[in-house]
């Protein structure tokens, strides 16, 4: 599905490196830049990788809260990351691993256990040289193991941190070892005086200097910029910046976040960076396949309306899904609009308002009890009123929570997640999980294969039977219900083949109402969206065109 993120050529010789900051202010983009950056290479035929230091001290973001730090994203060999990882995989189809992330928590345990082994031999450890030597041989094995072509290194943050400075200090000595071989690319925002009528570039000059006074010659600026930018201003800040006046590049709002590559390649940010690491430009892509899902997003005019049940009602929390949502929208050529229901506010009087104009519900992840039970709702009034349903993970038990207490008549029934002594613990804590003490990375996590029960809706949706697909949860699908739930009509069709774990739910007799305990959305591309999202948001357009031909006819 994914090209290999271990492909041993590389048609460059020596790998070249990419260095990614940002100042002036945070979110500005600098996951998406690192991925058209990426995009654009590879669209030249180059093996290229990107790779995010976080510089926070958690091991990794599994443990953050998801309004502390949006989505938790999983990589196929089971490593807990950061949203942007999913961008990167998101544009260029690559798949990332536990090598593409990582935070100062990581460098630094990695630093004191060897400092335990004694493998500094008596040496004092100091942030320079020993935690900014570890921070180079993370990067540097990028371009070792994997021989990739182009190294992309995203730095979290903003340049001015007290935390980026260790990586800040391992990119400048980066940039003096390998010479030609380093690109730095920095990522500023010129904001617009409404008043004055101007575009302000002072923040940027000052944020420059900032780098230059750590030792960092950027050479590559990229502007944010709500607001075109005129030549005079690139010149001024090319003067002011010791910048080329080419490698000034605007970054300016988008309608979408997949125009930003072709807007990057208009104006030539991938050319710079191959003449600024000497090689051959060459003919520019013509990015046909991006193109074209392109206008098809712009030809899909027509909406879907699609509620998100969850507990958080912030975009950053649901990345994955809305993206896979987005992707799939567009190759069935409709726009899906989502809607966040928030499930704690769901109850019995209010549901059919709250879900009202929706053709299809997706009951999404989550952790803990709070919400829980608006989403046992949510289910429920899918089921009974057949509307398109999609439970992933958390959202998956919550359907078979609801199946035994609706239909199999456990009104105990629940997940030992949110009830320890249910009795009907249709939903159980793993054998394995049952000791583990320690919350951080010791879930179920990463790719896991699943066999597809042939003839099922899921199978077809896939069009084949063996799938492998990446999990994050604790509890499962508790085997001893197996028979009582096939024969009350939701099938158990998908199974881990070497443990048995149900992994995907599903009632044949509905439109489409499908639980999987995995989570498809983090393995959905722009170029290859995710089956089974694109099979519900096909039935979701299936229910309202249904539903205006009612309309039509009372
Ligand atoms: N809390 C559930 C579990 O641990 C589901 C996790 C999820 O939705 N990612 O099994």
Not at 262 to 288: C, F, N, W, Y
Not at 398 to 416: C, H, K, P, T, W
């Amino acid at each position: 599905m994914f090209e290999s993120s271990s492909k041993k050529t590389n048609i460059v010789g020596e790998t070249k490196y990419i260095f990614v900051t940002g100042g002036v202010a945070s979110s500005l983009g600098k996951g998406i830049i690192s991925s058209s950056v990426g995009k654009l290479l590879q669209a030249r035929g180059y093996n290229i990788t990107i790779q995010k230091f976080d510089p926070y001290i958690n091991i990794d973001p599994g443990t953050l809260n998801p309004y502390e730090h949006g989505e938790c994203y999983v990589t196929v060999d089971g490593q807990e990351t950061d949203l942007d990882l999913g961008h990167y995989e998101r544009f260029t189809g690559i798949q990332t691993t536990r090598a593409n992330n990582i935070t100062t928590g990581r460098i630094y345990q990695s630093v004191i256990e060897k400092e335990r082994r004694g493998d500094y031999l008596g040496k004092t450890i100091q942030v320079v040289p020993h935690i900014t030597d570890e921070i180079k041989r993370n990067i540097k094995l990028m371009g070792k193991k994997y021989k990739f072509d182009f190294v992309i290194t995203e730095i979290g943050g903003t340049v001015g941190d007290i935390e980026s400075l260790p990586f800040l200090e391992a990119i400048r000595q980066l940039r003096w070892e390998l010479g030609k071989n380093a690109v730095a690319i920095h990522l500023t925002y010129v904001p617009y005086l409404a008043a004055a009528k101007e575009l302000k570039t002072k923040p940027t000059q000052t944020s420059v200097k900032q780098l230059q006074s750590l030792g960092i010659q950027p050479d590559i600026l990229v502007l944010r910029t709500e607001h075109e930018l005129n030549a005079d201003i690139r010149r001024k800040v090319a003067h002011f910046c010791n910048v080329d006046e080419e490698a000034v590049i605007q970054s300016m709002d988008m309608p979408s976040i997949y125009e930003v590559p072709l807007s990057m390649q208009a104006q030539g940010l991938d050319a710079i960076i191959l003449r600024k690491t000497g090689m051959p430009v060459g003919e520019t892509p013509a990015l046909g396949p991006w193109r074209s899902f392109l206008e098809r997003r712009k030809n899909a005019t027509e909406v879907v309306d699609i509620a998100l049940v969850g507990k958080y009602d912030l975009q950053d929390a649901y990345k994955s899904i809305l993206e896979s949502l987005a992707h799939a929208g567009t190759y069935n050529d409709y726009k899906v609009k989502p809607h966040f229901v928030n499930s704690e506010k769901l109850t019995r009087e209010n549901i059919a308002d709250m879900l009202a104009g929706m053709s299809g519900v997706v009951i999404c992840p989550g952790f803990g009890q709070r919400g829980t039970e608006g989403k046992i709702l949510a289910a429920e009034y899918a089921r009974t009123h057949d509307i398109p349903a999609f439970g992933i993970c958390l959202g998956m038990q919550m359907m078979v929570i609801e199946f035994a207490r609706n239909v199999l008549g456990y009104a105990d029934a629940n997940s030992r997640e949110m009830d320890e002594k249910t009795p009907h613990n249709v939903i159980d804590i793993m054998e394995e999980q049952k000791n583990i003490t320690q919350m951080g990375g010791t879930m179920r996590l990463g790719a896991y294969d699943c066999e597809v029960r042939p003839g099922s809706r899921t199978a077809e949706a896939y069009g084949q039977t063996h799938i492998s697909e990446r999990h994050r949860h604790r509890y499962e699908f508790n085997n001893h219900y197996i028979g009582e739930y096939e024969q009350a009509g939701m099938q158990c069709v998908g199974t881990n083949p070497d443990s048995n774990l149900v992994e995907i739910v599903e009632i044949p007799t509905l439109r489409w109402y499908i639980g999987t305990q995995f989570h498809p959305e983090y393995s959905s591309t722009v170029l290859k969206p995710h089956p089974l999202f694109m099979s519900f948001v096909k039935a979701a357009i299936g229910y309202l065109k249904d539903s205006q031909a009612q309309d039509k006819k009372d």
